[in-house]
């Protein structure tokens, strides 16, 4: 089981989970689900695990599969600038600085959450999760970005 959330600027929040192992699929639509729920302009903050930072999710976003950085750290950017369509941005965190990125703070406040419960089985943690979710406090996302 595998959480994925987004914390916006306004301090609203989006948490979603899946079973499958997390591969570029998600990472797609997940931005997908993003742009459903807060709009299709969107500026988004990824971390560099490989099913957010990878050519199938740079392709989704830009229409372009060949970029010179590809499979290396230096691509901090993905704009979506495809006439007539949703413009979205994506942007990454520096590489190895978990400290800059606002979500884990909400991951460390639901593992706090759920120390010392018991969890037997898929779907007692599915509810689990449901109920620890609205106990996170959402960060001030500037605080990250504007230190």
């Not at 979603?16 to 591969?23: G, I, M, P, R, V």
């Not at 050519?55 to 590809?70: A, I, K, M, P, Q």
């Given at each position: 089981?595998?959480?994925l ?5 306004d301090?609203?929040s989006?948490?979603c ?5 997390l ?15 807060f ?5 988004v903050?990824?971390?560099r ?9 740079w392709?989704h ?9 590809v ?13 007539g ?5 994506v942007?990454y965190?520096?590489p190895k ?7 884990e703070?909400?991951?460390d ?23 620890g979710?609205?106990?996170i ?11």
């Amino acid at each position: 089981m595998t959480v994925l959330g987004a914390v916006t600027d306004d301090g609203d929040s989006f948490y979603c989970w899946t079973e499958a192992n997390l591969t570029s699929k998600q990472g797609i639509w997940l931005l997908g689900a993003l742009q459903d729920r807060f709009g299709e302009e969107l500026v988004v903050f990824l971390d560099r695990a490989g099913y957010f930072y990878n050519r199938d999710l740079w392709e989704h976003v830009s229409g372009e599969r060949t970029t010179e950085t590809v499979g290396d750290s230096s691509v901090e950017r993905v704009c979506g600038d495809r006439e007539g369509e949703e413009h979205l941005d994506v942007w990454y965190f520096p590489p190895k600085l978990p400290e800059l990125n606002p979500v884990e703070g909400c991951w460390d406040r639901l593992n706090e959450w759920f120390k010392h419960r018991l969890i037997p089985d898929l779907s007692t943690l599915k509810r689990q999760i449901q109920r620890g979710l609205p106990t996170i406090t959402e960060p001030i996302i500037w605080n990250y970005l504007c230190p």
